[in-house]
């Protein structure tokens, strides 16, 4: 199995680096007018919702230890905690709110848009695997998964890892690869 993680110093032994997908900044948004930060430390006086076991929960810890932040399994809860007055703050990355605000627009034209507050950090997000995996393998894994966005996307590198990219933020978890040659391959499924 291989899947889509940001990569950081503490994760990167602990998998096989495969693919770099693309370079995203996290943002910290929010509804009310009255919330400003002008530096990350302001942060504390804040309810912040984030995605649970992420490096934005990680890099949140740092400024303002564990007090205020509101983890979720899933960022869309976080929206709708924002959305609701719950929480003051959401850390998440800009594809990740542009989904959710185009969803939203579908249910409630009239909603108020989030906004940008001050930028987080920035991460690089990769395809991943088990950290065992053969030099060959992951040569092999790289090969099939840039060969399949090749078929449906003609164009520059950068073009095909933001496809992936994009495919990974609508709809997180594990990616499975498949090929016409998957089962001569060995590889059945990813």
């Avoid at 693309?22 to 943002?27: L, N």
């Avoid at 942060?43 to 983890?71: C, D």
């Avoid at 933020?169 to 998957?182: E, I």
């Amino acid at each position: 199995m291989f899947f889509p993680l940001a990569k950081s110093a503490e994760r990167e032994s602990q998998y096989n680096w495969i693919l770099p997908l693309a370079k995203y900044d996290c943002w910290l948004y929010a509804l009310k007018p009255g919330i400003q930060i002008k530096n990350l430390s302001d942060l504390k006086k804040y309810r912040v919702g984030v995605l649970s076991g992420s490096m934005r929960e990680e890099e949140l810890k740092k400024y303002m230890g564990t007090e205020n932040i509101e983890g979720m399994t899933v960022d869309q809860g976080n929206f709708r905690k924002l959305l609701s007055g719950r929480v003051d703050i959401w850390a998440t990355q800009e594809p990740i709110l542009e989904n959710a605000v185009s969803l939203e627009k579908e249910r409630n034209k009239n909603f108020k848009r989030p906004r940008p507050l001050h930028k987080l950090f920035s991460q690089e997000l990769w395809l991943v695997g088990n950290r065992d995996m053969e030099l060959a393998e992951k040569e092999m894994v790289k090969s099939v998964f840039l060969s399949r966005i090749n078929r449906k996307v003609r164009g520059s590198i950068s073009i095909e890892i933001n496809l992936a990219s994009s495919i990974y933020l609508k709809y997180p978890g594990p990616l499975f690869l498949y090929t016409d040659t998957d089962a001569s391959s060995g590889l059945q499924n990813f």
